[in-house]
């Protein structure tokens, strides 16, 4: 059986690789079909008309191009795809980071002032967590306990406090390669924006070059609408693309944030409580 929260077909790859991938392209297609490309269309309707109607006289404001005629082409509509799928993927990280933070404010190690966590108790704390985790799906898969439980074990098993500390600084290492991994996806999303406004505005000048007999002739419609698509597709690639590479600065503080706490957790809550009894050392008898 699959795990989990391993494999192509678990929860942990589904949702930001597929759910979240066909809810945008539903959504952001509908929109065009509904009200991006009539709407544009419209515009490209009026501004020809106006255009038509002040032809010979004095020229009047240049008007700014509404936003509409900037997305209007298949080439941006990619791109806020790719940008939505990111920042929707962001924010699904984002909410797993909340839910590892908010694990930090229940007492695992309950420990009376004075107390001290010595190695033959280590084995029924161990216990004592393991059986509080099984009891609580939310926190099986929670790093917190994950690196409590390796202390305690380490602790148990060489009477070390510096070994317990070692395997909290591993499983937190471990956690945060995890972490700045799964943000792989997102990155390769942040570099394709900009790789499709490339795309496009090949695409663009090409297509208005093979127009260039027309231009000559004096109809330069067909021209001056590819060159825009060219100038378009990368404009709003790049500006996508920076919004993005903000949010993924985000959500990469906050989850080194989050193993940073889960060490100063560690540390304060179980190995400052540990102690390792001195040893009675044996006393020659000399007649």
């Given at each position: 059986m699959t795990s989990r929260n391993k494999g192509i077909f678990s929860l942990e790859f589904l949702v930001p690789n597929v759910f979240l991938l066909l809810a945008v392209i539903f959504g952001v297609e509908t929109t065009y079909r509904l009200?991006?490309?009539?709407?544009?269309?419209?515009?490209?309707?009026?501004?020809?008309?106006?255009?038509?109607?002040?032809?010979?006289?004095?020229?009047?404001q240049i008007e700014g191009r509404p936003v509409l005629l900037v997305i209007k082409d298949r080439e941006p509509e990619t791109e806020i795809v790719f940008f939505l799928w990111g920042?929707?993927?962001?924010?699904?990280?984002?909410?797993?980071?909340?839910?590892?933070?908010?694990?930090?404010?229940h007492d695992f190690i309950r420990v009376s002032p004075g107390e001290r966590i010595i190695p033959e108790d280590a084995r029924d704390r161990f216990k004592e967590l393991q059986s509080m985790v099984d009891r609580e799906p939310t926190w099986r898969t929670a790093l917190l306990?994950?690196?409590?439980?390796?202390?305690?074990?380490?602790?148990?098993?060489?009477?070390?406090?510096?070994?317990?500390?070692?395997?909290?600084?591993?499983?937190?290492?471990?956690?945060?390669?995890?972490?700045?991994?799964?943000?792989?996806?997102?990155?390769?999303?942040?570099?394709?924006?900009?790789?499709?406004?490339?795309?496009?505005?090949?695409?663009?000048?090409?297509?208005?070059?093979?127009?260039?007999?027309?231009?000559?002739?004096?109809n330069l419609s067909i021209v001056t609408s590819w060159l825009g698509l060219a100038f378009n597709s990368t404009l709003v690639g790049l500006m996508l693309c920076i919004v993005l590479m903000y949010f993924i600065h985000i959500v990469q503080s906050t989850q080194e944030s989050l193993v940073?706490?889960?060490?100063?957790?560690?540390?304060?809550?179980?190995?400052?409580?540990?102690?390792?009894?001195?040893?009675?050392?044996?006393?020659?008898?000399?007649?």
């Open positions: 009200v991006v490309r009539p709407r544009a269309a419209e515009l490209l309707l009026e501004r020809q008309v106006r255009m038509d109607q002040q032809a010979g006289k004095a020229t009047k920042t929707l993927f962001l924010a699904y990280k984002f909410r797993n980071v909340s839910r590892e933070r908010r694990v930090l404010q306990p994950g690196c409590l439980l390796a202390a305690l074990h380490r602790f148990h098993a060489s009477n070390s406090i510096q070994d317990a500390a070692m395997a909290v600084k591993e499983r937190a290492e471990l956690a945060a390669d995890h972490l700045d991994s799964s943000l792989s996806l997102v990155r390769f999303i942040a570099w394709s924006i900009p790789a499709i406004g490339f795309v496009g505005t090949v695409r663009g000048i090409g297509d208005a070059l093979s127009f260039a007999e027309e231009a000559i002739k004096g940073i706490d889960i060490q100063t957790y560690c540390r304060d809550r179980l190995i400052d409580v540990m102690k390792v009894p001195a040893r009675e050392e044996p006393t020659e008898v000399f007649s």
